[in-house]
Antibody, heavy 117, light 110 residues
Framework: QVQLQESGPGLVKPSETLSLTCTVS????????WSWIRQPAGKGLEWIGR???????TYNPSLRSRTTLSIDTSNNQFSLKLSSLTAADTAVYYCARSPRSSWIDYWGQGTLVTVSS | NFMLTQPHSVSESPGKTVTISCTRSSGSIASYFVQWYQQRPGSSPATVIY?????PSGVPDRFSGSIDSSSNSASLTISGLETEDEADYYCQSYDGGNWVFGGGTKLTVL
């Protein structure tokens, strides 16, 4: 059974960098595409970016300048770094798996990140 | 970049059929696969339709997807509505590798 689990700080200060990790179990991270999506409270989904096992990345153009995705095959994890945080970055952050680059088949449970001083 | 526009909300009675639309602002709807995700309150999204009209294993055949090139839109149809279908539904597509989600439609089954 494939499971994805996000981990990271629940509270981050403005202007700082958010670091989140997604740990994958039940599947090898060396195949598939891996994505981050976020959702502010009461609002819709926003795609952040996607990484493939060979390290190729695709980012949302509106977040590209602040986003870095990486993959750790030895620990079966992938990570998100989002810099220069503001209150607008407060959201539930989901990690997800894609069997092809077009759609998601597994989602993590999500982790709430609040940006506040 | 393009946008995907969905109705803010729809409602229907149990046992009936409802259709949720998703209109693409630019680029051909037929050229880029459309997916549909269901999100119940307090839960992560779950895929109900992928690649226009494919159902993942475990999704009942009451859920179906289609596209209409004349209106450049996709549709999610749910037949035999059940109270458990009450949720937010999001369409998603892409262009040049970049993903875009629709704003979501709240389905009320009353």
């Amino acid at each position: 059974q494939v499971q994805l689990q996000e981990s990271g700080p629940g509270l981050v200060k403005p202007s700082e960098t958010l670091s989140l990790t997604c740990t994958v179990s039940g599947a090898s991270i060396s195949t598939y595409y891996w994505s981050w999506i976020r959702q502010p409270a009461g609002k819709g989904l926003e795609w952040i970016g996607r990484i493939y096992t060979r390290g190729s990345t695709t980012y949302n153009p509106s977040l590209r300048s602040r986003t870095t995705l990486s993959i750790d095959t030895s620990n079966n994890q992938f990570s998100l770094k989002l810099s220069s945080l503001t209150a607008a970055d407060t959201a539930v952050y989901y990690c997800a798996r894609s069997p092809r680059s077009s759609w998601i088949d597994y989602w993590g449970q999500g982790t709430l990140v609040t940006v506040s001083s | 970049n393009f946008m995907l526009t969905q109705p803010h909300s729809v409602s229907e009675s149990p046992g009936k059929t409802v259709t949720i639309s998703c209109t693409r602002s630019s680029g051909s709807i037929a050229s880029y696969f459309v997916q549909w995700y269901q999100q119940r309150p307090g839960s992560s999204p779950a895929t109900v339709i992928y690649e226009h009209n494919q159902r993942p294993s475990g999704v009942p055949d009451r859920f179906s997807g289609s596209i209409d090139s004349s209106s450049n839109s996709a549709s999610l149809t749910i037949s035999g509505l059940e109270t458990e279908d009450e949720a937010d539904y999001y369409c998603q597509s892409y262009d040049g590798g970049n993903w875009v989600f629709g704003g979501g439609t709240k389905l009320t089954v009353l």
